[in-house]
């Protein structure tokens, strides 16, 4: 093969290439969410914060809702731009509504809260070409 054929060949596949690398990227959400370590297993400290709500331990709860609060910023920094801004923003805001729950110690309004958060984390990475996904 001659030089000119194999340029041409670097020319298509690395833009090929890198276009692929983008989109994978981009909509991984539900796999670039997934556990990498303890310390950022969110649904496992979403249940132990549960756990600790039901059985009213306000103390253990907030300790829980630190480590679920440090979980979910380990997971935003791999998922933060092929995700739904929307849902990045409701777990942000559930997550805030849950320490006033503790502090007040609101059982009803905490479960509740726990549950809509919940909700949003399932449905977090699974509609990552919406209009409003995250692009910079």
């Given at each position: 093969?001659?030089?000119?054929?194999?340029?041409?060949?670097?020319?298509?596949?690395?833009?090929?290439?890198?276009?692929?690398?983008?989109?994978l990227f981009l909509?991984?959400?539900?796999y670039?969410?997934?556990p990498?370590?303890?310390?950022?297993?969110?649904?496992?400290?979403?249940q132990?914060?549960?756990?600790?709500?039901?059985?009213?331990?306000?103390?253990?709860?907030?300790?829980?809702?630190?480590?679920?609060?440090?979980?979910?910023?380990?997971?935003?920094t791999r998922?933060?731009?092929?995700?739904?801004?929307?849902?990045?923003?409701?777990i942000?805001?559930?997550?805030?509504r849950?320490r006033g729950?503790?502090?007040?110690?609101?059982?009803t309004?905490?479960?509740?809260e726990?549950?809509?958060?919940?909700?949003?984390?399932?449905?977090l990475?699974?509609q990552?070409?919406a209009k409003?996904?995250?692009?910079?």
């Amino acid at each position: 093969m001659d030089e000119s054929k194999l340029r041409r060949i670097v020319l298509y596949i690395i833009p090929v290439l890198t276009l692929a690398a983008v989109v994978l990227f981009l909509n991984g959400g539900q796999y670039l969410k997934k556990p990498v370590e303890d310390t950022d297993d969110f649904p496992r400290c979403l249940q132990l914060l549960k756990e600790d709500i039901n059985n009213e331990d306000w103390e253990a709860a907030g300790s829980d809702l630190d480590k679920l609060q440090a979980s979910w910023n380990r997971v935003l920094t791999r998922i933060q731009y092929g995700v739904n801004r929307n849902e990045v923003h409701q777990i942000n805001i559930r997550i805030s509504r849950i320490r006033g729950a503790i502090q007040a110690r609101d059982k009803t309004a905490a479960l509740i809260e726990i549950n809509e958060l919940e909700n949003h984390w399932n449905a977090l990475g699974t509609q990552a070409m919406a209009k409003d996904t995250i692009w910079l």
